[in-house]
Nanobody, 115 residues
Framework: QVQLVESGGGLVQAGGSLRLSCAASRNIFSISAMGWYRQGPGKQRELVATITNSGSTNYADSVKGRFTISRETAKRTVYLQMNSLKPEDTAVYYC?????????WGQGTQVTVSS
């Protein structure tokens, strides 16, 4: 099993930045992929960014050039650096881990971007 704990959400003005953190309960090198998803008000959960255990990254078109996913293996942590935030980025952001064919989720952290 994998437990995930997110942190770093909050309220920020449009154009501002936030960094989300996701701490995993096991060595993230053993996890095939980790990522961030988000669910805005009245919307379905959508992929934001993913990173594999080989370091390959993937981003939603809506965040390319603004968000960066990274990892710090020694701290068992994956980050999402969010710059140039827009009101439409407002959502609950969830950390995800794919481990032995099972998807694990964190509890979510709220990001609110004011205009």
């Amino acid at each position: 099993q994998v437990q995930l704990v997110e942190s770093g959400g909050g309220l920020v003005q449009a154009g501002g930045s936030l960094r989300l953190s996701c701490a995993a309960s096991r060595n993230i090198f053993s996890i095939s992929a980790m990522g961030w998803y988000r669910q805005g008000p009245g919307k379905q959960r959508e992929l934001v960014a993913t990173i594999t255990n080989s370091g390959s990254t993937n981003y939603a078109d809506s965040v390319k050039g603004r968000f960066t996913i990274s990892r710090e293996t020694a701290k068992r942590t994956v980050y999402l650096q969010m710059n140039s935030l827009k009101p439409e980025d407002t959502a609950v952001y969830y950390c995800n881990a794919q481990f032995l064919g099972v998807a694990y989720w964190g509890q979510g952290t709220q990001v609110t971007v004011s205009s």
